[in-house]
Structures are given as C-alpha cells and as structure tokens.
C-alpha cells in the first residue's frame, strides 16, 4: 500500500486565491511527522512545513497552512493568497518512529497559479 | 548554519560509462544522509540512507553504490551506467537531534545517459 497519497496530479489557481493540495497517509505507528516540499523548476527541494501527529493545532508558516485530520489521515497543505511564485511541484511526505530513518513521499501535485 | 552542496549539477555520460556524485554538509556533525533520485515528472525514490560513517543501507537492488568515507561526506557511484539511470539526483541530509527531522535538500544533479 501506498504510504503517501497525493491525488491531485495538477491544479491551477487564480493568483491571490487560496488552494489546498491533498494529502493522504498510511501509517500504524502513532509517533509520525508530516511534512511539504515545494519543488520549483530548478529542481530544489524547498521545505515548507511540518505538523507531528501529536501537535493538537495545525501547523502553520506564513501562507502555508496544513489541514490536519488524523482520523482521517490527511493533512492537506492550504495555500492562501497565491502568487505567481507558488507555480511548482508540491511534495508531501512522511517519517514514522519506527522506521526511523525512512522519508516516504507522494507523487507530487503540479501548480499552476495563473495571473 | 548548516549547508548542503551537491555536484556535478549536470552530467551527460554514455551507456556504460563510472558515475560519481558526491555530496558534502556542512555546519553539523553526524547527519544521517540520504540519495534520492526522481525520474522525470515523477516522485521520490530513495536509494540509499546512512546514519554514519560506513554504515548505509540500501533500498533498491541497482547498480548503483553508495559511500560515506567521512562523516559529512556522500558519494553515489556506479561502475557501467545504464539507460534507466537516467534521472534527477538529490542528495538530503537530517538532523540526528533536534529540529523537527526534516530533510534537507542539495541543489541535485542531473544525469542523462545516452
């Protein structure tokens, strides 16, 4: 099974918008932390958030905000007031206690934000 | 603060030909380093992690080697390169203590073999 789901494989935005890219996960572990990358076209792996699963309140960090649900296991990053700088790849991945050292991350959702 | 460069940042190499990578850190000790490779206009694959100095381990029977000689130091190698190894090389490094855990990324490398 999938351990990251991103369903999303491309969504487009109007520029000073709000857009919130989904993610799903699968873990058993109960000490786990989220997190979102955000990909340019130069290729960097840019990081953008982190929310652990024990952090009551959502994450957030300047425009970027994740919409944790852990019954649901999804933690959906929320984009608000998007600008033409937000066009990228958008990551979204998880590090478990158990495996300790593992990173598993989703396929990636493509933004576009459109002036 | 801490840093990561990778290099070459391109490389066009023949079918058959040695791959090296190399990967260094900078302002932090003991990080746990990774290789990642994305293909194009896909994920993540992670093909190799080390928590130390000689100690990695491996995710996906390849040809494709890993080594860490010093403690902030990553080398990705191959002896004879194939087509499928073609692709985008990051190399990440994480903190052992502190800080959420996150990943750190390299400015990665990218590799077309012809």
């Known amino acids: 099974a999938q351990k990251i789901t991103q369903t999303q494989p491309g969504m487009f935005v109007q520029e000073k918008e709000a857009v919130t890219l989904d993610c799903t996960y699968d873990?058993?572990?109960?000490?786990?932390?989220l997190f979102w990358y955000k990909q340019p076209s130069s290729g960097e792996m840019i990081f953008l958030i982190y929310?652990?699963?024990?952090?009551?309140q959502n994450a957030t960090e300047g425009r970027y905000s994740l919409n944790f649900q852990k019954a649901r296991k999804s933690a959906n990053l929320v984009i608000s007031a998007s600008q033409l700088g937000d066009s990228a790849m958008y990551f979204c991945?998880?590090?478990?206690?158990?495996?300790?050292?593992?990173?598993?991350f989703g396929t990636g959702t493509s933004l576009t934000v459109i002036p | 603060s801490q840093t990561i460069h990778q290099w070459p940042a391109t490389l066009v190499q023949p079918v058959g030909s040695p791959l090296s990578l190399e990967c260094t850190v900078e302002g932090t000790s003991n990080p746990n380093l990774y290789w990642y490779r994305q293909a194009a206009g896909r994920g993540l694959q992670l093909l190799f992690y080390s928590i130390g100095i000689d100690q990695i381990s491996s995710e996906v029977p390849q040809n494709l080697s890993a080594s860490r000689p010093q403690d902030r130091q990553f080398i990705l190698s191959s002896k004879k390169l194939l087509l499928s190894d073609s692709g985008f090389y990051l190399c990440a490094w994480s903190p052992t203590t502190g800080g959420y855990g996150e990943l750190f990324f390299g400015e990665g490398s990218r590799l077309t073999v012809l």
């Open positions: 991945a998880m590090r478990e206690r158990y495996t300790g050292n593992q990173f598993y």
């Open positions: 929310q652990g699963s024990y952090d009551e």
């Open positions: 873990t058993s572990d109960q000490s786990y932390g």
